[in-house]
């Protein structure tokens, strides 16, 4: 060894900033200059078996070490790595060299933090110090811990933030800032590639030296396991060996204590079964604004600056212009000209020694947006932040479950993204049916990689849209659902079988249902079915009742669909409508408050389109004549009666001059206001009606002008309710009829200008051949 290594007494200690790019490159510059015979990096030994898969040709970064506990894959941690995160770069070069140098991972084991106490370390190693304890922490949250949160349990400790101290004491208000002035300015070509290292932990040591541990109790535990990892280090290779760990632990490791020290503080500490893998991590994850406390907030303006070997700010502001001008913004290269101009002016006038990324976006916002925040939000969400998806190669140790999904996305062609998309889905087709199978299969198990969205377009019950997004925490939820099978379909066919099982409501039995069909989960429909079957025979309440129906009726129309044989439902679904039927009068007339009249008034909307999908015959007769007796009955809330009425209307089976009828007695001054008031809510639901029926239209305007004073102000709100949900035409409507004057009063034969007093039927009828036409059926 030769240079500044023949120096050196003791290992070689590069204290580092996670995920900082000018720290890695110094970490590659002094590891070729002092050339270790090993290298011990930051992180869980557990991890040692993984590392080889560094230098697979399908290792793409960012990736995380993943550990979970073995019997319980909820309780995990991830360790990060980006292409610029010097741990990366220092395993790397480590595989890279000629004779390959070994390298280790020295952290205190994962069996210890994932065996502690909930709240207690199951975050990973430096989520408890802040997102710079270790000038940038190193371990993300597991999915059941809130970021922020205190693994030590003592909030009252103040932690320190080692960067922030530093920036200030250099008169700097910003520590991001200044880390890029004194670190990411600094020229690859430094001449003494340690000094940066020594600066900075002669830095750390004064910080420690002032405030012990900054309030991060447990790294005193780490900090041990580290040394005794050095102590066998040292015995193998001398002090012919490298440390990259975070500057913060930099003064410890080199302190002098003894081997029994540390065991004493090791004695003792809990432990639990482990497993690891490589899971793909994105850029976003890194950010803190992601929520993750990884100590940085622009990883994509990171990535770009340890990609740029020269001209960093020129070859940045190309990226921009091109982002832009694929949002069809109007860019040129003078623009890019000017933007790097004034950011080297803004960068002089501050005494930078380079533009950072404060100065590039207020050039950007200048030059390029015309002073508009709204481009520049699309610059920091996909350029500064950006959704980089890492890959892990095929080979790679993972759960059962994770390879085969990992083969169905294949076969499928549905490949994971970090950046969030739509997929329309033709499920007449056997591919796009399969993908929606797949997605159903995986929300089942509670892997929400798609979300329906609304479709555009089309309405059709053959056509989904779903929203994708590949979030790195889903590969803890794929670990978790390991326990239900070892594919896809057998561990959704397990938890819809367990969910069934432990099921308190009848409603949570038939959503399960109708999701089982759509996850074309037919081994799952028996246990399903049963549980359906006791919970419908036991349970009374009609609103629960008519809470489970509808869920049925899509369960049935959908089988039709997507080719999934779903009459083993229409036995339950028909019984539940007959008992809906016999219950619901009852129910409505049990003096219900107006909150519960309201609830049960959705409940029957809901039930009357379940029926209509339903075909079972009858059925739809004698909801109709549940739905008369609702309308006529003075005891039933007004809000359920208007209801019932407009829904009889609505099908044809209550004629305009009944209808009429039903709400003079509804709006007559012996009606209490308030009463009145919800049948007009329950039946005018919908606008439209009125506009084409004056003589409605007539009765309520002609109920509203004889409302006494005092009644008036109780029944404004919910009259505002009401017409204030109408689309803005009708109101527009509305309020031109009313404004031309009030009718005279209905008779039976009057009928509104371009309107017959009754339905002609054989000029209704005239429309069914094209009808026909356009829904590819022939001509009834």
């Not at 419908?536 to 009742?545: F, G, K, P």
Request: aromatic content about 4%.
């Amino acid at each position: 060894m030769s240079g500044p290594a023949a120096e050196r007494r003791g290992p070689l200690l590069l204290g580092v900033r996670h995920h900082g790019p000018g720290s890695a490159r110094a970490v590659r510059a002094a590891l070729d200059a002092a050339r270790p015979a090993a290298v011990l990096i930051e992180g869980p030994p557990e991890g040692d078996a993984l590392l080889a898969l560094a230098a697979d040709p399908g290792m793409r970064p960012p990736v995380a070490l993943l550990a979970h506990a073995a019997d319980d894959p909820g309780r995990a941690a991830f360790w990060p790595l980006a292409a610029f995160s010097p741990e990366w770069v220092a395993i790397r070069w480590a595989q890279e060299q000629e004779v390959p140098v070994p390298v280790r991972f020295i952290d205190l084991p994962a069996a210890h933090t994932l065996a502690a106490e909930p709240g207690r370390g199951s975050a990973g190693p430096d989520e408890d110090a802040g997102p710079n304890a270790d000038a940038g922490s190193d371990a993300e949250p597991g999915p059941d811990t809130e970021p922020g949160s205190d693994p030590d349990g003592d909030c009252d400790s103040v932690r320190l933030d080692p960067l922030a101290v530093l920036a200030e004491t250099a008169g700097y208000d910003d520590p991001e800032r200044w880390w890029e002035d004194v670190v990411e300015h600094r020229g690859p070509g430094a001449t003494d590639p340690l000094g940066a290292f020594e600066a900075l932990g002669e830095a750390m040591e004064a910080l420690r030296e002032a405030y012990g541990d900054g309030g991060h109790a447990r790294d005193r535990v780490r900090e041990a396991y580290m040394r005794q990892r050095m102590r066998a280090a040292r015995r193998e290779f001398g002090d012919a060996y490298a440390v990259v760990c975070g500057a913060w632990h930099v003064p410890a490791l080199g302190a002098r204590t003894t081997a029994a020290a540390d065991k004493a503080l090791l004695t003792g500490l809990p432990k639990v079964k482990v497993e690891t893998a490589w899971v793909p991590w994105t850029h976003r994850r890194l950010a803190r604004a992601g929520g993750y406390g990884a100590g940085i907030t622009s990883p994509g303006w990171y990535a770009h600056l340890f990609a740029a070997r020269d001209r960093p700010v020129e070859r940045w502001l190309t990226k921009v212009a091109g982002l832009l001008r694929e949002e069809d913004r109007q860019v040129s290269p003078a623009h890019v000209i000017e933007a790097v101009r004034l950011a080297g002016t803004l960068a002089a006038m501050r005494g930078r020694p380079l533009p950072g990324l404060a100065e590039t976006l207020e050039a950007v916002r200048a030059v390029m947006c015309d002073g508009s925040d709204v481009p520049l939000a699309l610059i920091e969400d996909r350029l500064v932040v950006g959704d980089v998806l890492g890959e892990v190669p095929d080979g790679a140790p993972a759960v059962p479950l994770q390879r085969d999904l990992t083969r169905r996305q294949r076969s499928l062609r549905l490949r994971a993204e970090a950046q969030e998309r739509e997929l329309e889905l033709d499920l007449r087709k056997d591919t796009d049916a399969a993908k929606s199978v797949l997605l159903h299969r995986l929300r089942l198990l509670g892997i929400d990689w798609g979300v329906p969205a609304a479709s555009r377009g089309s309405t059709g019950t053959f056509r989904e849209t779903w929203r994708l997004r590949w979030e790195p925490e889903l590969s803890v939820r794929v670990a978790e659902a390991g326990i239900w099978g070892t594919t896809v379909l057998a561990a959704a066919t397990a938890k819809a079988e367990a969910d069934a099982a432990g099921a308190a409501e009848l409603g949570e039995v038939t959503a399960l249902a109708e999701r089982c069909l759509l996850a074309g989960l037919s081994g799952a429909l028996p246990a399903v079915l049963r549980a359906l079957a006791d919970r419908a025979a036991l349970d009374t309440d009609v609103a629960r009742l008519a809470k489970a129906l509808p869920a049925l009726a899509r369960s049935l129309r959908y089988g039709d669909v997507r080719g999934t044989d779903a009459s083993a439902l229409a036995t339950v679904a028909g019984g539940l409508a007959e008992r809906i039927c016999v219950a619901l009068p009852p129910a409505c007339a049990a003096g219900l408050d107006a909150e519960a009249a309201t609830e049960l008034r959705g409940h029957v909307d809901a039930v009357h389109g379940a029926i209509a999908l339903l075909d079972e015959e009858g059925l739809r007769e004698r909801w109709s004549a549940v739905l008369r007796v609702l309308a006529g009955r003075d005891r039933v809330p007004g809000p359920i009666r208007g209801r019932a009425a407009r829904l009889l209307l609505d099908d044809g089976r209550l004629p305009a001059d009944e209808t009429a009828r039903l709400m003079g007695l509804a709006l007559s001054p012996a009606a209490p206001p308030p009463d009145a008031a919800g049948w007009i809510e329950g039946f005018a639901q919908d606008g439209t009606l009125l506009v084409h029926d004056e003589r409605l239209l007539a009765l309520i305007d002609t109920w509203l002008a004889g409302v006494p004073e005092q009644a008036f102000t109780d029944v404004l709100p919910l009259l505002r309710r009401t017409f204030g949900a109408y689309e803005p035409g009708v109101k527009r409507s509305l309020g031109e009829l009313v404004r031309r004057g009030r009718s005279p009063k209905p008779t039976p034969g009057d009928a509104p200008a371009g309107f017959a007093p009754a339905l002609d039927p054989s000029r209704a009828d005239a429309v069914l051949t094209v009808l026909a036409l356009l829904l590819s059926g022939p001509p009834a």
